[in-house]
């Protein structure tokens, strides 16, 4: 095909036309492209919008492949929401993230001095530089962890800014992100997607790869480990977090364990894991939540995903947490009104990066500022700790408020702050460049030689076309931010440069709550899959023989009431039931799965819940139900076929069995029986997928005993009760603890019991009975498992 | 004053309980120039898997347990002596009202027992527009701080009915207020949302109460469990002063001091989650006896 390449020179978007009163990312104020962007530009403009479409959507395919969302609460409702991708990067000079970066590592610097000072000497209260009541009064400032000195000897790790760039050019920081900075693995995930619409060219962009700063902070926080034996984890809220696809993300992407507060216990100061092999020491804690909800016992008493005696460990030494609990104090947003004072005082040298003016509205002359003005000051509370103009505590211009209002809001409670204008960024709209607004997250990480700057972040673009700040809060896009070299840069991985021989790690340990959700995922999508199948020859023969088949399909009756199924619907509410509890599960171990099969189960729950509302019982439901089938065991597949054996896929992979030898052993109990009505044996046969097996095995007609000895006994066939604890036996024979000091563990001597009394009976020996109480053995299986690995 | 204290805080559990993790605040404060410690143990029974013991922020003793899990009763004895001296700060050296804002302002400090912790709400004493317009009512005429905490002190304890059945351990203090009845813990933090709606600083503070008066005085309301109380910043000068709005007395020999805190939440006598599920029933019983009588006010 023929590209045509214009002269980078005379490039000019067409129709592009940026704001008299804002600074634009891609021209200059004489509506000349930057350089930074004429080779960039020069490829886009290139391209035929049709191929462009092409491009932008092999980037959105990989955030769909990937299962990219956030969770956006709205009206009472918290639903996922893809990730809004802006096709187009902010391109910004080497040389000016130079600049930025000693800024923003300035900023960081303070930022440590500042909490060390709240959390310590209060010099900064004392000799009069901050009002006292913003820390005495500020939730964000915890009194248990007053006095308390961080392992480590800093208090901050990680760190982000959200910053702008204001009217003369010059870039500002409108909010300090240091309670739990989130952010990190939304960069990378857009890197990812942007790299994959710009493929042809990346390469060629001298862009700084982000890896080697990942690589960096994974290996900073490895080093504030206390010893060898203990680990990093990351301490996320839990699935109903905004960002929780972010903390599985970069969970496994870096290789740290995921926990939530309940996997922890201390015990004499010092936090362990509670995993399948039993307490493992942790020491290092990168922590997802607020402060506040760490620790019931010392801070917000009502928090339930905490960990009682957190405070305590910390208090001992025996954890660094990344960032010190009582970090969220220093986004409070009137601290911005003092921090450019505080600068010269702790760090001895004035800000190097100026943040949004802000005027505390407790002082005399700062009221005076705000009523000179109003038509440029934005009032909020002092003590809010959201981002600038967003949310809740998003402000009201002053100029908006009524004389009364404004007055009630003059006082120490409220700041107020310049209505800042951003420089806008070109986003594709309909297919067209066009400016609008942006910020820019930028991510710090603390390293044994200092902080390092993320090489990138990511870009909010505004919605709405003018230039102001406010106009974010009206949502918008996510931008990938290249940072460009004029010359080749270093291609960083996240594998170390190898140093000596290989050795191979020891895998990471398994929290004993993942162990009982994928426990669970593998019951859940097991019943789901024999829920399918009953359903599916019950709607087989409704169709085949309407009335006629009645006193055959009561046969089904009991079997549907275990499942709490009601087989009068096509697609009943107690299979749609089940399967929302395996993708409960699978959303609570999401960082143990492949982003294929969390799609393909998601997948699957959106084609049932479509169908659900039109199927109709008979032939068009056992159509639906064999679409279902197929897409069921896609995931299994997926599962199966791709994890590593290890814990993880055992607990797994017993509670698929278990669910099996269960499903199994009452289906042979109901449809064997010697009392059940003709045809039960070969609805047995085709509920346990055997049709084709039974037919090859046994040329003579279909017996009791035939399809006693092919669905229990055989131990070939992977339907049968047998193949499922052949397996089981297998597997918890492998778990931590099933021998200890050459004696049996209950689970173990149990399972040995079940199985070989399986294995030696013949079909005539397994009657209704045995049955029945085969399936009360292996239900006691799950209550030992439960009782050894998951308290 | 010396006193001998015994206080006994039995759990008894439905169920077996989690492993769990307490905090206590049940000894009696070390205060160098109002409270001497002569002689204290406090007991667990069963034993703990952990103990230690840490100064909080506002400087009170905390004993920090772990239990092993699976108790069906769980006992916290105190037993102590304590000397209990005079106050001999009696005369009124609080500013006028107007003034004490600039007081306020001029303690450039975050430490313990600086102003500024009582100045605001606190998670269990939110600021209430209802408890703040009754205070105003109540101190209209009180020249200085102090007359203004005693005035609405008194009228707390005039329009206030001791009942215990009235509230719950977590009833927020508006709901208190609006039912005009509840138990020391109520009516101390009814009193310190309404001093902070006046804008005077205020805590809350926990203790002991002596269980039989001194000979010819009245038994004191809520001498038969740990008792409540509230503390005002009365100005730069008098600092701070205690009131027990429950018996509308300035606190005296009577009372002997645990905790200090913004209110019930920083100082709970027993903190932390023991229970897994099914009921639990506790008892408290206190035991105050004045030892030598010959010092009573």
Redesign the interface.
């Known amino acids: 095909m023929l590209k045509v390449t214009p002269d980078p020179a005379t490039l000019r978007p067409e129709g592009y036309q940026p704001f008299p009163s804002a600074p634009d990312e891609l021209l200059d104020a004489e509506g000349q492209v930057r350089p930074v962007w004429r080779r960039f530009l020069a490829h886009f403009l290139g391209l035929p919008p049709d191929e462009m479409a092409r491009h932008c959507a092999r980037g959105d395919q990989y955030l769909l492949d990937s299962g990219v969302f956030y969770r956006q609460y709205s009206a009472g409702q918290s639903v996922e929401r893809p990730w809004p991708l802006s096709h187009i990067p902010v391109l910004i000079e080497e040389a000016e993230w130079q600049t930025i970066g000693e800024g923003l590592i300035q900023r960081a610097n303070l930022l440590e001095a500042v909490m060390a000072d709240l959390y310590g000497e209060?010099r900064l209260?004392?000799?009069?530089h901050l009002p006292?009541?913003l820390?005495?009064?500020n939730p964000e400032w915890l009194?248990?962890l007053?006095?308390v000195r961080p392992r480590s000897g800093h208090f901050l790790h990680l760190l982000a800014f959200e910053i702008g760039r204001g009217p003369d050019g010059d870039w500002w920081i409108l909010a300090d992100r240091a309670q739990a900075p989130s952010g990190v693995g939304f960069a990378l995930e857009n890197r990812v997607a942007t790299t994959r619409v710009y493929s042809d060219i990346f390469a060629g962009q001298h862009v700084h790869r982000l890896a080697g700063f990942f690589r960096t902070f994974r290996d900073a926080l490895q080093n504030l480990r206390h010893d060898g034996e203990s680990r990093v984890a990351i301490l996320t809220p839990g699935p109903l977090n905004e960002t929780y696809y972010e903390h599985a993300y970069i969970a496994s992407y870096l290789g740290f364990t995921l926990i939530q507060g309940e996997d922890l216990?201390?015990?004499?100061g010092e936090p362990m894991v509670r995993t399948v092999s039993g307490l493992r020491p942790l020491s290092v804690l990168w922590r997802r939540l607020d402060s506040a909800y760490a620790d019931?016992?010392?801070l917000?008493?009502d928090t339930r995903i905490g960990t009682?005696?957190l405070v305590?460990a910390l208090?001992l030494g025996g954890l660094t947490m990344v960032n010190a609990l009582g970090s969220g104090v220093l986004e409070t947003r009137a601290l911005m009104a003092f921090l450019p004072k505080i600068a010269p005082v702790l760090l001895g040298e004035k800000l190097k990066m100026p943040n949004i003016a802000t005027w505390w509205c407790g002082g005399e002359a700062e009221r005076d500022d705000v009523l000179d003005a109003p038509e440029r000051m934005i009032i909020s509370p002092a003590l809010a700790t959201g981002l600038p103009f967003e949310g809740a505590e998003g402000g009201e211009l002053a100029s908006n408020l009524s004389p009364e209002q404004l007055a009630e809001r003059l006082n120490a409670a409220w700041v107020a702050q310049e209505a800042v204008t951003l420089s806008t960024t070109p986003v594709l709209v309909n297919g067209k460049l066009t400016p609008r607004p942006m910020t820019l997250r930028a991510f710090l990480a603390r390293t044994p030689d200092g902080w390092q700057v993320m090489p990138g972040g990511f870009a909010r673009v505004g919605a709405a076309p003018e230039p102001s700040a406010v106009a974010m809060q009206r949502g918008g896009s996510a931008a990938d931010v290249w940072i460009v070299s004029d010359r080749e840069v270093e291609a960083v991985t996240m594998v170390p440069p190898t140093t000596g021989p290989y050795r191979r790690v020891t895998p990471a340990v398994l929290p004993s709550r993942a162990a009982d959700n994928l426990f669970w995922l593998g019951r859940y999508v097991e019943r789901t899959e024999g829920i399918v199948r009953l359903l599916r020859a019950h709607n087989v023969r409704l169709a085949e023989s309407g009335a006629a088949a009645a006193p055959l399909l009561e046969a089904l009756d009991p079997l549907f009431e275990t499942f709490d199924i009601d087989p009068s619907v096509g697609l009943p509410q107690g299979f749609l039931s089940t399967l929302t509890s395996a993708i409960g599960c699978a959303g609570q171990v999401r960082d143990r799965l492949s982003p294929d099969a969390w799609s393909a189960l998601i997948d699957l729950d959106k084609t049932a819940r479509r169908m659900a509302s039109r199927v109709t019982v008979g032939d068009d439901a056992a159509r639906a139900l064999s679409a279902l089938l197929r897409k069921l065991t896609g995931f299994s597949g997926l599962v199966h076929e791709n994890m590593y054996r290890f814990n993880a896929w055992r607990f797994l992979e017993i509670g698929r069995r278990h669910e099996r030898a269960m499903g199994m052993t009452a289906i042979l109990a109901t449809l064997a029986d010697p009392e059940a009505p003709a045809g039960s044996l070969d609805l047995a046969v085709e509920a346990g997928d055997s049709v084709l097996s039974h037919r090859r095995r046994f040329t003579f007609s279909t017996t009791r005993d035939t399809v006693i000895d092919l669905l229990g006994l055989d131990q070939m066939n992977p339907r049968s009760i047998r193949y499922q604890l052949d397996g089981m036996s297998e597997q918890i024979a492998r778990l931590p603890g099933a021998i200890a000091n050459g004696e049996l563990s209950d689970l173990s001597r149990a399972m040995l019991r079940c199985h070989t009394d399986l294995a030696t009976r013949r079909p005539e020996d397994l009657d209704t009975k045995a049955l029945w109480a085969l399936r009360g053995d292996i239900a006691g299986l799950s209550s030992l498992l439960t009782e050894a690995y998951m308290r | 004053m010396l006193y001998d204290i015994r206080l006994v805080i039995r759990y008894t559990f439905g169920q077996p309980t989690g492993?769990?993790?307490?905090?206590l605040r049940l000894l009696p404060a070390w205060l160098p120039t109002q409270q001497h410690i002569v002689e204290e143990t406090l007991g667990v029974t069963p034993a703990p898997s952990?103990r230690r013991e840490?100064l909080?922020?506002?400087g009170n003793r905390v004993i920090?347990i772990?239990l092993a899990p699976g108790q069906k009763e769980v006992k916290f004895e105190v037993k102590a002596k304590v000397h209990r001296l005079v106050r001999t700060d009696w005369f009124d050296l609080s500013p006028p009202l107007v003034r004490l804002p600039a007081e306020i302002e001029s303690?450039?400090?975050?430490?313990p027992h600086?102003p500024?912790?009582g100045?605001?709400?606190s998670?269990r004493v939110p600021m209430s527009d209802a408890i703040t317009a009754y205070a105003r009512t109540a101190i209209a005429g009180a020249e200085t701080v102090r007359q203004a905490v005693e005035a609405l002190g008194l009228a707390l304890h005039a329009d206030m009915t001791f009942d215990s059945e009235a509230t719950e351990v977590d009833t927020p203090p508006e709901q208190a207020f609006a039912g005009r009845g509840g138990v020391c813990q109520d009516f101390a933090q009814i009193m310190i949302a309404g001093l902070r709606g006046v804008g005077i600083p205020a805590g809350y503070v926990s203790g002991f109460l002596r269980t039989i008066p001194p000979p010819g005085k009245p038994r004191l309301e809520g001498a038969d469990a740990m008792h409540a109380w509230v503390r005002a910043w009365c100005g730069a000068e008098a600092g701070w002063m205690e009131y027990d709005p429950t018996n509308a007395c300035l606190v005296g020999l009577d009372h002997i001091v645990v905790a200090y805190g913004r209110d019930y939440?920083?100082i709970a006598p027993v903190?932390?989650?023991l229970r897994l599920g099914g009921s639990q029933t506790s008892k408290q019983a206190v035991d105050i006896t004045a030892l030598d009588d010959d010092t009573a006010d």
């Open positions: 209060n209260v004392s000799e009069g006292p009541e820390v005495a009064g009194r248990p007053v006095g216990i201390v015990v004499d019931p016992l010392e917000n008493p009682p005696g305590s208090r | 492993a769990g993790r307490q905090h952990e840490f909080d922020f506002f920090e772990a303690q450039k400090s975050l430490g600086a500024h912790h100045r605001t709400a998670p939440g920083d903190a932390g989650v």
